[in-house]
Nanobody, 116 residues
Framework: VQVAESGGGLAQVGGSLRLSCVMS????????INWYRQAPGKQRELVAS???????SYGDSVKDRFTMTRDNSKNTVHLQMNKLKPEDTAVYFC???????????WGQGTQVTVSS
């Protein structure tokens, strides 16, 4: 089983980016999917979470700006990031957490850089 992020890049303050996380080797609907980010010198931060029941929650720093969606038919989740701020600059990681069993899979991360 693998998860792979894409969609990172350079954006301006106030701009938007859309990240994707694609799972291969299993069915996405068996996993809760979490987006994390880690900025240089900082701890990894939970950004958004989407359960198998499509219940979504967000970290306080991204509420009302980021939207996470799931498409089980494509084994893909997206993270739409709007109104980007310099403090959103980080490597963004996708984690798949199995509903049954203590199993998780991490992607390699995708860099997001927000500049003015």
């Amino acid at each position: 089983v693998q998860v792979a992020e894409s969609g990172g890049g350079l954006a301006q303050v106030g701009g938007s980016l859309r990240l994707s996380c694609v799972m291969s080797g299993s069915l996405l609907n068996l996993f809760t999917i979490n987006w994390y980010r880690q900025a240089p010198g900082k701890q990894r931060e939970l950004v958004a979470s989407n359960t198998t029941a499509s219940e979504v929650s967000y970290g306080d720093s991204v509420k009302d700006r980021f939207t996470m969606t799931r498409d089980n038919s494509k084994n893909t989740v997206h993270l739409q990031m709007n109104k980007l701020k310099p403090e959103d600059t980080a490597v963004y990681f996708c984690k798949a957490q199995a509903v049954y069993g203590n199993i998780e899979y991490w992607g390699q991360g995708t860099q997001v850089t927000v500049s003015s």
